[in-house]
């Protein structure tokens, strides 16, 4: 199973140990793949905590999606081979590379995890979007995920 995750630029008032605990139990039911962008405070904790749990049993994959290509190697050397950039993401208007990332990343995935606690902006929307593909949406924040109701858990 594949999670990808959400969340606010600037995600006050997530607790790290809360979200790496959010991450174990997803690797509990099965998850063994996890794919998240590098925009934000949010994406940066997902991948710190993904660098610490992949050095744990059992191991997990986990790759950084990239909306743009690097115009400098070294820009993304922070992620040590762990990231790609999706077949196709350089068509069409690079001011709608991050929403081409996204939706890649919803149609590969079982599973979102988010940090939501408004209901605007893209976390939100791409939240919602996985919540009405028929993902398990997992929120840590404090907005409901609208859309279909029975998918929508709340940890």
Not at 31 to 53: A, K, P, R, Y
Not at 99 to 110: F, L, P
Not at 123 to 150: C, H
Request: glycine share 10%; net charge positive; with cysteine.
């Amino acid at each position: 199973m594949i999670c990808t995750f959400f969340g606010h630029s600037a995600c006050y008032g997530l607790d790290k140990a809360v979200l790496r605990n959010a991450i174990e139990n997803l690797i509990k039911q099965g998850v063994t793949e996890f794919l998240v962008g590098n925009h934000g405070q949010f994406d940066g904790m997902v991948f710190s905590c993904l660098q610490e749990l992949s050095k744990d049993d059992p191991p997990i994959s986990y790759s950084v999606v990239l909306a743009y290509l690097p115009a400098r190697k070294q820009e993304y050397d922070i992620y040590q081979g762990h990231s790609f950039y999706p077949e196709g993401q350089e068509i069409g208007p690079a001011k709608f590379a991050v929403e081409r990332r996204n939706r890649y990343m919803i149609s590969v995935s079982d599973v979102c995890l988010c940090f939501i606690n408004r209901k605007f902006g893209g976390a939100y929307k791409f939240a919602r979007m996985a919540n009405n593909r028929g993902l398990q949406v997992i929120n840590l924040g404090s907005t409901a995920i609208e859309g279909n109701p029975r998918r929508v858990k709340k940890e």
